[in-house]
């Protein structure tokens, strides 16, 4: 079964093409980083394959079903989204935002059951952050909110999480528990993670746990490259896509990405 199939994908906002001749499939138990320079439609692409926006051209299908096929709460059962920034709407307790991944799992007017309080707390547990569970969501710090939707969009227990540069408020220790969090996800097999991230450092740290995870390089409104990073991060690509100078440092058991310059 196909988790996310992306066909021949085109889109535009009016007559602005945004990209075209996208196609591609995540597998099973994989982290697949979008990358990109602003503006080049990540975002887009992603509310595309949130079924918030329309293409036009392609199809996008989720589970192998189109995405425009499903119901709202079918649809929560098969994809989780995780954005860059969240609106606070009331203060919620942390417990609750949480719980509320789990809606599509309860009867139209059912309180969460015991098994939903269990999944819940075990990943507030998992996350490391059980000690923000009676706080009001609205008084949290950027970087413990994104940890908090996190396990907001692990509750849903999706077998496709959508992430928009979700590590973007973090600190070093967060940035590395999410990845380190991500990853035992897919090393699970549970879950596949289709994310929008700025960092290419972050696709090496992952190649370089043995976690399954391509790279899909956008530029010029189309998919340039797809493949491991250690294929698609090299110099020429990110001259091509950044139009940066950039060396790939290679210790023998981890690569990395260093910046050198822009290109003139
Ligand atoms: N609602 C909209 N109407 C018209 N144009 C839009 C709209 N939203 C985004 N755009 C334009 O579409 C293009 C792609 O934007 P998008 O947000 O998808 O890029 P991105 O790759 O996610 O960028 P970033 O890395 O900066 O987040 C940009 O030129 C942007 O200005």
Redo the contacts with the bound molecule.
């Keep these: 079964m196909s988790v996310l199939k992306i066909t021949d994908a085109a889109f535009a906002?009016g007559e602005?093409l945004?990209f075209q001749d996208i196609t591609l499939e995540t597998r099973p138990g994989e982290i697949f980083c979008l990358m990109?320079r602003?503006?080049?439609?990540?975002?887009?692409l992603l509310d595309c394959i949130l079924g918030i926006q329309p293409l036009k051209k392609g199809a996008i299908k989720i589970s192998d079903k189109s995405v425009d096929a499903y119901k709202p709460a079918e649809l929560a059962k098969k994809m989780a989204y995780l954005p860059q920034s969240h609106e606070h709407s009331f203060p919620y307790k942390v417990l609750q935002v949480v719980l509320m991944g789990r809606t599509a799992y309860m009867s139209r007017f059912g309180a969460p059951t015991q098994e939903d309080k269990v999944i819940v707390k075990n990943l507030l547990d998992k996350i490391g952050i059980t000690h923000l569970s009676d706080r009001p969501y609205t008084q949290l710090s950027g970087g413990e909110l994104q940890m908090v939707m996190l396990a907001r969009s692990l509750a849903q227990e999706a077998p496709l999480i959508l992430m928009d540069?979700p590590t973007a408020h973090l600190d070093y220790y967060n940035e590395l528990l999410f990845l380190e969090t991500i990853a035992s996800l897919v090393k699970d097999g549970r879950q596949t993670i289709f994310m929008?991230t700025?960092s290419p450092n972050q696709a090496f740290y992952l190649e370089n746990r043995g976690i399954p995870v391509r790279v899909g390089l956008m530029c010029d409104g189309k998919l340039v490259e797809t493949g491991p990073p250690a294929k698609t991060l090299t110099s020429a690509n990110l001259g091509q896509v950044y139009h940066i100078e950039a060396r790939i440092l290679d210790s023998g058991d981890t690569k990395q990405v260093m910046p050198v310059g822009t290109l003139k």
Excluded: F
């Design positions: 906002y602005q945004i990109g602003n503006g080049c439609g990540k975002s887009t540069e929008a700025h």
